[in-house]
C-alpha cells in the first residue's frame, strides 16, 4: 500500500544506463521522486535531462539499471509478467505523436485496448462511446484519424488512455505537436479528467506554461537529475539551481546584466498580490515614474508570481518613498545596481 501521505508513485535511487557495448550512457541518475494520490505533478527539463526515460521507467517500458519504482504499491520490476501486464493497464500514457491506428475508426481505436484486456466487444463499444462523449468527440465516433485534426487525435488517445479506468496517466510531451489555443483546450481537458475521474496526471514537458497552467508540484530535471522540486508556486518564487533559473527565467535571472549606474530594484511577486496593480500604485503614490527593465510573472493557480527588475528615480527621496511603499505593502524585493 502507498505511505501515510498516499504517495501512488514512489521511485527511489533510479538509474538507467544504456550501453552499446562500446560506450555506456547514463540516461537517469539516482532520481528520487514521490507522486501524490490525485495529483497533477509536472516534470520538466531541456532536452536531453532524461525526462522520457524517466517516464518510460515508471511503466517499466524501460528496466531500471538501480533503483525502485512503486506504483499503487506495487514494485514494477519485481512483477512477473503477467502481474506486470495487469499494472500496466492502471497505468495510461499519451504521447506526443498520438499513436493511433490509422485503419481504425476514432471508437476502434478506444475499443483496441478493451479487446486486448478481454472486454466483450459490446461492452468495450458502450465504454468507447463514452469515453468520446467525455473528451468531446461523441460526434466522431466514426472518424478516423486522418480526418481528425491534431488536438482531435490527441482527444481520441486520451480517451484510449483511459479505456481500461487507471489510477495513472502519463502524458509524455503530450502537447508539443500542438498550436498554443489546442494546447490549452487538451489541458483543460486534463484537468477536467484528472477532478471527474481521479485520475492521478504525470505531465513530462519542457515547456513551463504547461506546468503553470496545471500542475500542483513539479519536478525539474538537469544532466540525468533531480536538482529541485515542490510545489509550482514556490519553486517559480525562489529558484534556486541555475537549471531551474534557466526554465523559469529564460531572458536571464541576474539584475546586474542592466548596467547603467541607476538604482535598480527586483520585485519578487510570492501569490498574494493576485489583483493589485503594485507598480502603478506605488507610482501615484509616489508621484515619480520607473523604468521597467524586465519582466517575468505568471500566474499559477490564479496568483501571480514572478520577478520585475524596476530602474528607480533619480530624485532619492522619491526612490525611498518607493521602497517604503513597498514595505507597507509587503512585496518583498532586493536592490542591486
Known amino acids: 500500500m502507498a505511505d501515510s501521505i498516499n504517495n501512488i508513485i514512489q521511485i527511489s535511487g533510479l538509474r538507467k544506463v544504456f550501453s552499446d557495448g562500446t560506450k555506456t550512457v547514463t540516461a537517469l541518475d539516482g532520481i528520487s521522486l514521490e507522486v501524490r494520490q490525485g495529483e497533477i505533478f509536472g516534470i520538466i ?15 517499466l517500458l524501460e528496466t531500471p539499471t538501480e533503483g525502485s519504482v512503486i506504483v499503487d504499491g506495487k514494485d514494477m520490476a519485481s512483477l512477473n509478467e503477467a502481474d506486470l501486464l495487469e499494472a500496466r493497464r492502471k497505468i495510461g500514457m499519451i504521447f506526443q505523436g498520438f499513436n493511433l491506428l490509422q485503419q481504425r475508426s476514432a471508437l476502434e481505436n478506444v475499443c483496441f485496448p478493451l479487446e486486448i484486456a478481454g472486454v466483450k466487444k459490446e461492452d468495450a463499444k458502450v465504454r468507447a462511446a463514452s469515453l468520446l462523449e467525455t473528451v468531446g468527440l461523441g460526434d466522431r465516433l ?16 486520451i480517451a484510449r488512455a483511459l479505456a481500461n479506468e487507471p489510477k495513472v496517466l502519463l502524458c509524455d510531451e503530450a502537447t508539443s505537436a500542438l498550436d498554443p489555443k489546442t494546447t490549452l483546450q487538451i489541458l483543460e481537458l486534463l484537468q477536467k479528467i484528472n477532478k471527474e475521474f481521479g485520475v492521478t496526471i504525470v505531465v513530462i514537458t519542457h515547456e513551463m506554461k504547461v506546468i503553470e497552467r496545471i500542475c500542483s508540484r513539479v519536478a525539474i530535471l538537469a544532466e540525468s537529475r533531480v536538482v529541485e522540486s515542490g510545489e509550482v508556486s514556490e519553486v517559480f518564487r525562489h529558484p534556486k539551481t541555475s537549471a531551474a533559473k534557466q526554465l523559469i527565467f529564460p531572458q536571464g535571472e541576474k539584475i546586474e546584466t542592466f548596467r547603467g549606474g541607476k538604482r535598480l530594484l527586483r520585485l519578487a511577486f510570492d501569490g498574494t498580490t493576485t489583483d ?30 514572478g520577478q520585475m527588475v524596476l530602474q528607480l528615480p533619480e530624485n532619492e527621496s522619491a526612490a525611498e518613498r518607493m521602497l517604503a511603499y513597498l514595505d507597507q505593502e509587503n512585496i518583498s524585493y532586493t536592490e542591486g545596481e
Open 45 to 59: 527539463g531541456l532536452s536531453g535531462a532524461g525526462k522520457s526515460t524517466l517516464v518510460r521507467c515508471i511503466n
Open 142 to 157: 466514426d472518424a478516423y484519424p486522418s480526418q481528425l485534426s491534431g488536438g482531435m487525435q490527441q482527444r481520441v488517445a
Open 276 to 305: 493589485q496593480p503594485i507598480v502603478a500604485n506605488m507610482v501615484l503614490s509616489c508621484g515619480e515614474a520607473v523604468s521597467i527593465l524586465a519582466a517575468d510573472t505568471k500566474l499559477i493557480e490564479g496568483k501571480t508570481v
